[in-house]
């Protein structure tokens, strides 16, 4: 059995190679690139995980971890595309470098390509890992739509921002996690508590990456704190702000979105304290954890065998193990 | 037995229903919209026909024609992204209508959903079926980024542009009529001569298409004549002009590709009758058309059934049969 972090290296060992042939280079070339710009591969490193919490790791698990890798960066070049991100892990993003029609066709073919590696894998299993990784990858979409026709609008319900958080970021998280078990032969329950430990956890995950925005040690975030802020995202914070604040405090927030003056974050954060938005994170965060946590525990497998999963945990809410 | 009209109308009597969940309507609305659009079915209807040449259509033929039709109107919206296409079928493109973000997404999600099809089909042929498409889909991506590759080269030979050609129109063609006869059972030879005989049918319609822009009827044609001309594109024409030409044409048509006068059009079908184009594109239209029907000859069925297929050809190259 391997612990999170020897699942992590071996991965990164076997996915370090050229996934596409020579030519076109200047189709291949940009989609390779992403590929090599890194990243901490934790969704595939899912597939592994999920999968040896039954047995031995299946080389079937390593194909679909390589799909669910390719596809996450399919979606990274597409999405990079609609928010005209300029960079990526400290390098140019596939479009600034590359064109946005090359970057558009690098992202297809790569999306093409995570299919090919499902189609290696044995038959028996095939048809239930192609569903749900074809309804993860709508959901995927749907998320990204969602996030978009968000921006256009001036107030967004917690419910709707709870649903596109999970479409966008915690589904690709939960099904890593239950095609491991699928080829690992899960019980249906099994598969099921495996899928909900990852969706809670992704939804923790990401309150915790709302909440770093605006209460993080910018020297450990690695991040301008009150980016989000800046920038009028609704996150979490915002949206419970916007739920609980009085009367006068919610004219003051939809003045500070609509200018943006000099002291924008600074007030913003004034009445985000004023809300208890700090605690409620906090709680919100945890809530989803122990959730997630619970999946983990009723699943019905050896303890020992839980740990990968526990560490996976306890390294996406950055606390010491 | 059905003809090739008779199945042109079955198929978009079935396809004719909302392929997508109601919602996020702002994702599923422009997928459906251009479905919505029509268009000749030519690349699903040959799946039936190809299914067809072998025994009564088999039900898994329609999910993969639906999976075809599905996977080509993904290709036109992202091309239409790419080539800046303000309209198709005298109706705005998807990214026009509802913008470029949604219509990469848009895209995205009906190749997803073509995926799904296919998962619909029996567990026999899954893996060949997954694997034939995967390849088409992915020659198709490499295709079109070498047809903008040739956008911005002076020179292109008729080799590289035959071999962009065949990626990017025909082996979509050849892998749908493929595609059905490996669901009818066909045996190897038999699929491959049905897949020779759609990819050199589909050169013959683009030596043809590109022939018509120049030497075509304008009232038959429904284009503008000398549209290719005006724009500056590589077409088998101007590619065998330039790989023929005496010197002082060559440098006159350089001349006159670089710059754009009144009475160019004119001019360079004055250097493509010299080179004796015209006979040239018709000798080489009827050699692809003379190998594709030679393929369809040799395939090892009865010859009434090949009849929907002669047909089809009929139609593209528009003779009357």
């Given at each position: 059995m391997h612990?999170?972090?020897?699942?992590?290296?071996?991965?990164?060992?076997?996915?370090?190679?050229?996934?596409?042939?020579?030519?076109?280079?200047?189709?291949?070339?940009?989609?390779q690139y992403i590929l090599n710009l890194g990243g901490k591969r934790i969704r595939p490193v899912c597939v592994l995980?999920?999968?040896?919490?039954?047995?031995?790791?299946?080389?079937?698990?390593?194909?679909?971890?390589?799909?669910?890798?390719?596809?996450?960066?399919?979606s990274l070049i597409h999405d990079d595309i609609m928010d005209k991100a300029p960079m990526r892990r400290g390098?140019?993003?596939?479009h600034t470098k590359y064109g946005e029609s090359t970057a558009l066709l690098a992202g297809d073919v790569m999306l093409v390509k995570a299919y090919e590696h499902i189609n290696k894998i044995k038959l028996p299993h095939l048809q239930k890992v192609l569903s749900l990784f074809n309804n993860t990858a709508a959901a995927v979409c749907e998320g990204q739509q969602l996030d978009m026709d968000f921006e256009n609008r001036d107030i967004v319900s917690m419910d709707e921002y709870m649903h596109m958080i999970t479409l966008?970021?915690?589904?690709?998280?939960?099904?890593?996690l239950k095609l491991g078990a699928i080829l690992g032969g899960a019980s249906e329950g099994n598969q099921?508590?495996?899928?909900?430990?990852?969706?809670?956890?992704?939804?923790?995950?990401?309150?915790?990456?709302?909440?770093?925005?605006?209460?993080?040690?910018?020297?450990k975030f690695g991040k301008k704190v009150g980016g989000d802020i800046l920038a009028n995202k609704k996150t979490f914070l915002m949206i419970h702000a916007f739920e609980t604040a009085k009367p006068a405090q919610l004219c003051e927030l939809k003045e500070l979105i609509k200018n943006n003056q000099a002291d924008k974050v600074e007030k913003v954060m004034q009445i985000f304290n004023d809300c208890k938005v700090d605690s409620w994170a906090t709680a919100l965060k945890n809530k989803y954890l122990q959730t997630a946590l619970k999946h983990l525990d009723?699943?019905?497998?050896?303890?020992?065998?839980?740990?990968?999963?526990?560490?996976?945990?306890?390294?996406?809410?950055?606390?010491?193990?």
């Open positions: 612990t999170f972090i020897q699942l992590s290296k071996l991965f990164e060992e076997k996915f370090n190679i050229r996934h596409f042939s020579d030519q076109p280079e200047t189709l291949y070339g940009p989609a995980m999920g999968n040896q919490l039954f047995d031995e790791i299946d080389n079937d698990a390593y194909y679909i971890a390589n799909a669910i890798e390719l596809f996450h960066n399919f390098m140019q993003t596939v966008k970021t915690s589904v690709l998280l939960a099904a890593s099921n508590h495996l899928y909900e430990f990852g969706e809670n956890l992704g939804i923790a995950f990401q309150v915790q990456d709302d909440y770093l925005d605006a209460f993080g040690n910018p020297d009723d699943s019905a497998v050896l303890s020992v065998r839980k740990k990968p999963l526990q560490q996976l945990a306890d390294y996406l809410m950055m606390r010491e193990s």
